[in-house]
């Protein structure tokens, strides 16, 4: 039961990231291999705006969301839309570009040691069967499933929300109807930084952070999606969760060392044997 409970928070973890994936994916049809990076500059703002400039919590956490929205639609003003006669390779490999220009970034403001932040809220150790959770990782399960239902009843509830939606089913159809799909776009690039910064502000207390953490954090959050279902929303999220589990177990039979390579051979794996992953469905296209 342990494993189960410590895959479950380095799970909600991976769910973020993916569920990142899926609104870039949803939204423009491409996978932003940068995304992972987002998790990186939460986890650095954060250490930032506490240890550095000394802010409370409450102020820094904040600060460091909106510093996520704009850093998220200024990635695709800059490297997205600027492109000229873009498609989905050329697009793709700009973002895997990009993703070695913020890791460079990170190091050259940063550093290369691993930073870490006391933990927001009192360091306890809950008793469960069979197994215990400390108080920073339940933080981080509450924090992740809060961010995901808030999401979902934005895309649901919100007109904001229903013009992503529109914009997924049908571009032209929405631009016809007076939805502003450029816009939307960025938004989805503001709104997948802001769950990598969530993601990266929620982990440092527990994990550290380096400048080169988004690289393999990015990868799991691809494999999570890839598992749930590319472009489906609790499809990422189911899929994030089981990714955690598995691996848990995984690290329990083989050495630890080995945990990572767990990732690559679930997206080998669901490639394989089922491409639109457990929860992915096929979407309907009129010829």
Do not use: H
């Not at 380095?10 to 995304?35: C, D, E, H, R």
């Not at 993601?199 to 954090?217: E, F, H, K, L």
């Not at 767990?262 to 296209?285: Q, S």
């Amino acid at each position: 039961m342990q494993f189960i409970y410590s895959g479950i928070t380095s799970g909600s973890i991976f769910a973020l990231v993916a569920l990142g994936f899926n609104i870039i994916y949803n939204t423009t049809g491409i996978i932003n291999f940068a995304q992972g990076e987002f998790v990186m500059i939460g986890g650095m703002l954060i250490y930032t705006l506490l240890s550095i400039y000394g802010l409370p919590f409450l102020i820094a956490a904040p600060l460091a969301l909106i510093i996520a929205l704009f850093l998220g639609a200024l990635f695709e003003r800059v490297f997205i839309k600027s492109v000229r006669s873009p498609n989905e390779i050329k697009l793709i490999t700009i973002t895997i570009a990009a993703s070695i220009i913020l890791r460079g970034l990170g190091m050259v403001i940063w550093g290369r040691n691993s930073l870490s932040v006391e933990a927001y809220i009192p360091y306890k150790i809950l008793e469960l069967p069979a197994g215990t959770l400390t108080s920073n990782s339940l933080l981080v399960i509450i924090v992740s499933l809060i961010t995901a239902f808030s999401l979902s009843l934005f895309f649901k509830r919100s007109s904001l929300g229903k013009a992503f939606r529109a914009c997924y089913d049908d571009k032209v159809a929405a631009s016809i109807c007076g939805v502003d799909v450029s816009k939307i776009r960025m938004l989805a690039f503001g709104i997948a930084a802001l769950l990598g910064v969530i993601a990266g502000i929620v982990t440092t207390p527990i994990t550290y952070v380096a400048y080169t953490d988004g690289i393999m954090t990015g990868l799991k959050g691809f494999a999570a999606a890839i598992l749930g279902g590319l472009g489906s929303f609790w499809g990422g999220v189911a899929g994030g969760l089981l990714l955690g589990i598995f691996e848990g177990f995984f690290a329990s039979v083989f050495p630890s060392g080995y945990k990572d390579a767990f990732a690559f051979l679930i997206i080998l794996a669901v490639l394989f044997l089922r491409p639109k992953g457990l929860f992915g469905k096929k979407k309907a296209e009129r010829l």
